[in-house]
Each structure stands twice: as structure tokens, then as C-alpha cells.
């Protein structure tokens, strides 16, 4: 089964690093895969733009299926592939609603994270401003503090919807490991720093670490001042 699907991806996209999770939890090891290289923009490749209409990675394919947006790839994984594997997504519609909740609120992390340790990446140099990413940090320290406060409600131990790891766990792990990574300071989110650690060996996190990260584990120091 796995041997009919195809994933373009690139090393430390946290959207592609999540379909790669999906398909570890879900045992679809042995799918195809491109690995392309941001830095010599092959991801603008003919392959991909012919699947991909923004020519972006991921890029998922699955027989016949072209599904490529992170977030609608891995629930298609988990409706496909429901009984095989990790249960990533609870029957209990309670349940169910809280996994979806955490899920999408993902997007707001990830985003106010790349608008402080990309700004410069991001916003070209003469429309920088110290106030535009002063308000930025601000944001995302807002953000963190709900974030830590989720898990500190949820109790030690506990994933980001409960007892269990879920489909919240597979998209917001690969945007949560850049805080540790790009320094982010350890007392802006304790509770997110142990839940890092708690997850950071789990088998299908440990096979899909993005391999340039093992090469180069020490990453640069963008959130150092946050
Ligand atoms: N909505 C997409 C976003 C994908 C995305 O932003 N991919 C980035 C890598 S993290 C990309 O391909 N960037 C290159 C580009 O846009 O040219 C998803 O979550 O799948």
C-alpha cells in the first residue's frame, strides 16, 4: 500500500514533517519519496508543479489521489488507514472537537513563530520595523502562554488533547521543537520545553527528524531574545 504513495518533501518544513509523522504512526513505512533541497530550489520542480498548483512541499500522492495541503494529507491518512497503526483521530465527538481544536489553533503558533525568527527573512530590509516585530514578539509570547497553559490544565505527562497522543500531537510537534531550537527562553514555556522532551524520542518523530537537523543539531539563536 505504501509502495503507491509519493511525498515530495524538504528537510525542516514542520508541514512536511508532519505528513512524514502521520505515515510512521500510521506503519505506511516504504513509501516513495523525493527529497528535495530548499536551498537549490528544487522543490520548484516540474514534478511537483504538476501535482501542486503553489509548488510547494509537501506534495502527496497517493495512487490517484493528489492531496497536498499538511493538514488535509494527514487526516486522509488517518481516514484511509483508520484501523492500522496509531487511532489518531477519537470516536467520541468530545473528544474528537478537542483534537480538532488544538489542531488547527497549530496555525496560529506556527505562524506568529515564523513572523519573529523569520521577520528578516520575510520582510525585506528597507519595510523592517523594531515596533512591526516589538508587536510580533509580543504576539507570540501570547501565544506560547496559552499554549503552556493548555498542558499545565491537562496535567504532567499529558499530550496536547489528553491522555493520548492524536492527530493534534503529529501537526504541532514539528512547530513546538523550534523553540527549543532556535533558543526560544526555556521560562517562556516550561511546560512546552517538557513536553518536547517527552516527545522528541517517540519512534515515528525520531525516523522522520529532519536529516540536516542530525547533521547540524545546533540551530541558530532567532528566539533568543523573545
Ligand atoms: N499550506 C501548506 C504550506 C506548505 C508550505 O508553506 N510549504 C513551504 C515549506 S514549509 C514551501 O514549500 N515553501 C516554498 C515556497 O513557497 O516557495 C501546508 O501546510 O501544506
Not at 497503526?85 to 473528544?95: F, W
Request: net charge neutral.
Amino acid at each position: 500500500m505504501a509502495q503507491s504513495m509519493l511525498l515530495y518533501w524538504s528537510s525542516g518544513s514542520p508541514p512536511c514533517w508532519r505528513v512524514m509523522i502521520a505515515l510512521e504512526e500510521k506503519q505506511l513505512q516504504g513509501y516513495k519519496h523525493k527529497h528535495l533541497s530548499f536551498d537549490k530550489n528544487e522543490h520548484k520542480c516540474e514534478e511537483v508543479k504538476a501535482l501542486n498548483p503553489r509548488v510547494q512541499v509537501p506534495t502527496f500522492k497517493h495512487g490517484d489521489i493528489v492531496v497536498n495541503e499538511s493538514f488535509a494529507a494527514c487526516l486522509y491518512l488517518e481516514s484511509a488507514f483508520k484501523s492500522q497503526g496509531t487511532r489518531l483521530i477519537p470516536d467520541d465527538p468530545a473528544e474528537q472537537a478537542l483534537v480538532y481544536q488544538r489542531m488547527f489553533e497549530t496555525n496560529n503558533l506556527q505562524q506568529k513563530m515564523y513572523d519573529v525568527a523569520f521577520y528578516e527573512w520575510y520582510v525585506p530590509e528597507g519595510e523592517r520595523h523594531e515596533s512591526a516585530l516589538k508587536r510580533n514578539k509580543e504576539s507570540l509570547i501570547a501565544e506560547l502562554k496559552l499554549w503552556d497553559g493548555y498542558l499545565e490544565e491537562m496535567g504532567k505527562g499529558s499530550y496536547l488533547a489528553g491522555k493520548n497522543f492524536t492527530m493534534a500531537d503529529v501537526v504541532c510537534f514539528p512547530v513546538i521543537v523550534f523553540f527549543p531550537r532556535l533558543h526560544c527562553p526555556p521560562e517562556r514555556c516550561p511546560r512546552l520545553m517538557e513536553y518536547y522532551k517527552m516527545l522528541k524520542d517517540r519512534p515515528s518523530i525520531k525516523a522522520s527528524w529532519p536529516p540536516h537537523w542530525l547533521e547540524k543539531p545546533e540551530g541558530q539563536d532567532m528566539l533568543k531574545n523573545l
